[in-house]
């Protein structure tokens, strides 16, 4: 199984630009999320979809976009790129915690991007 | 607030035993995870424990959750200079896809 893929593995932007960093599952997982990881704060979650055209905004959402048409594809959008958005970017999903689900979160490998 | 706390580093040399812990505040959580994450990659669940157990051993690794001190720890054996890589805590939340994560524990084994 391929789990969490992500693309692009790498960008480097310019201020102002815009981009989608791409999401794709195939563990038909009804949960999938953005985090990104900056040094010393962790995970911070950007948006979150239970399912297909349903999204929420996370703890950080402000300046990305998200959409959830399929239940496989999770797509992130950099409306106008800044420097402060240079991060680590992950993707992750899981299914619904249950009796024989211990709700483990699957990691795509992280798209870096530099807004210069 | 919820909040899961953690040290940002640790160091040991190789061959010895490894406690890196975690102090969380929402003690209504169902599951708690240890994930790594090893340079450049996403981060993968390393092992877990449920929220009724005080104890889980998996070979080298033995967690242990105190409930009445809100604290989980993380033991490993004989650590390696494999084991060098960032360690989160994290806690999610029966009928919810709620889950909060600690900021990451840098692990560094010295040779």
């Known amino acids: 199984n391929a789990g969490v893929t992500q693309t692009p593995k790498f960008q480097v932007l310019k201020t102002g630009q815009s981009m989608t960093l791409q999401c794709a599952q195939d563990?038909?997982?009804?949960?999938m999320s953005w985090y990104r990881q900056d040094p010393g704060m962790g995970l911070r979650l950007i948006h979150y979809?239970?399912?297909?055209?349903?999204?929420d905004q996370g703890e950080v959402p402000n300046g990305y976009n998200v959409s959830r048409s399929t239940t496989e594809d999770f797509p992130l959008r950099l409306l106008s790129a800044a420097p402060s958005q240079t991060s680590v970017y992950f993707c992750?999903?899981?299914?619904?915690?249950?009796?024989?689900?211990?709700?483990?979160?699957?990691f795509g490998e992280g798209s870096r991007l530099t807004v210069l | 607030g919820e909040d899961v706390e953690q040290s940002l580093f640790l160091s040991v040399r190789e061959g010895d035993s490894s406690v890196i812990n975690c102090t969380y505040t929402d003690s209504s959580s169902t599951y708690l995870y240890w994930y790594k994450q090893e340079p450049g990659a996403g981060l993968q669940l390393l092992t877990y424990?449920?929220?009724?157990?005080d104890m889980k051993q998996d070979q080298r690794l033995t967690v242990l959750l105190n409930k009445k001190d809100k604290h989980l720890s993380l033991r490993i054996a004989d650590t390696q200079t494999g084991d060098s890589a960032i360690y989160f805590c994290?806690?999610?939340?029966?009928?919810?896809?709620?889950?909060?994560f600690g900021t990451g524990t840098r692990l560094k084994v010295l040779a």
């Open positions: 994290a806690e999610s939340f029966s009928g919810t896809y709620k889950y909060i």
């Open positions: 563990m038909n997982h009804e949960y």
């Open positions: 979809s239970v399912g297909a055209g349903i999204t």
């Open positions: 424990i449920f929220s009724n157990m």
């Open positions: 992750a999903s899981s299914s619904e915690q249950g009796h024989t689900n211990t709700g483990e979160l699957f």
